[in-house]
Structures are given as structure tokens and as C-alpha cells.
């Protein structure tokens, strides 16, 4: 399972490369065709549907790798034990508020099938699913740097 779980978050990390190389192609040329009053209108829906699939799959990247929210000025202060409970319960709040966007955010996914994007001819749904799966992959990333913090001795 733990390789399954790398493989995979070498996957999302190579999509979310290749989303920002392609965001930022698709920005560039659409910019330098306009100016020659040929507008690629589909470029910049897809680098709209791209960028959401950026931001929660690089928000999933960034609360797996690094800790996001601490405040080391006041939390080395405590204890160990302390800390590990402020730790624990920190990432319980982010769990909390993910589970708010998947709440959210499948219901705004289902009322987006209809509206269609401009030019490529495809539902909106596609950008706004984004939320409610990133939501999801962050709640796991949490879980298990809940489950790592309850099996660490030393804090």
C-alpha cells in the first residue's frame, strides 16, 4: 500500500508540473496571438480548467510535504506532549474544513453539468469536481500525518 501511495503522489506531482507548464504555454500564446488580433479563445479555458485542478492537486502536494500551519514562536513553548496534542488536533480543524468542501463542492459540481465551457464544448463540472477530489486527497494526506504523529515517540 505504501508503494501504491508513492507511485501515486509521483503522479500527482508530475500532473501538476505539466498543468503549470501547460497554464502558462497556453497564457503566452494566447497573449502573443491577440496581439495579433487572433484571439485562442479555448487556451484560456483550458488553462481555467487546468488551474483548478493545479490548485487543489498542488494544495495536496504542499499539506503533504511541508507543514503549512505552525506557528513555532508559541508552539515550542509546550511540552511534547502538548505539542503532539496541538499537532493532532490542528490537522482534526483541516480535516473538519475539507470535509466542508467536499460538502460544497459536489453539490456545485452536479449544478455545473449544464453550464458548458465557452469553446471546448465540455461540461464545467470537469474544473469544479476539482474541489470536492482535492478535498479528498487532502483528507487522506492529513490521516496519515495524524497517523505518523501518534506512532512518533520523540516530539
Known sequence: MKNLYGYFCKLEETLVKSFLVAITFLVFISAIFRTMKYPLNWAVDLSM???????????????????????????????????????????????????????????????STNRQFQTLGISYSWATISVPVGALLMIISTCIKIFKALKKENW
Open 49 to 111: 480548467l487546468l488551474f483548478a485542478w493545479v490548485v487543489f492537486l498542488g494544495a495536496n502536494m504542499a499539506l503533504r510535504n511541508t507543514e503549512l500551519v505552525n506557528v513555532d514562536l508559541f508552539i515550542n513553548k509546550f511540552s511534547a506532549k502538548i505539542r503532539k496534542n496541538i499537532y493532532i488536533f490542528w490537522n482534526i480543524i483541516i480535516i473538519l474544513f475539507l470535509f466542508f468542501l467536499i460538502w460544497h463542492g459536489i453539490p456545485l459540481a452536479l449544478e
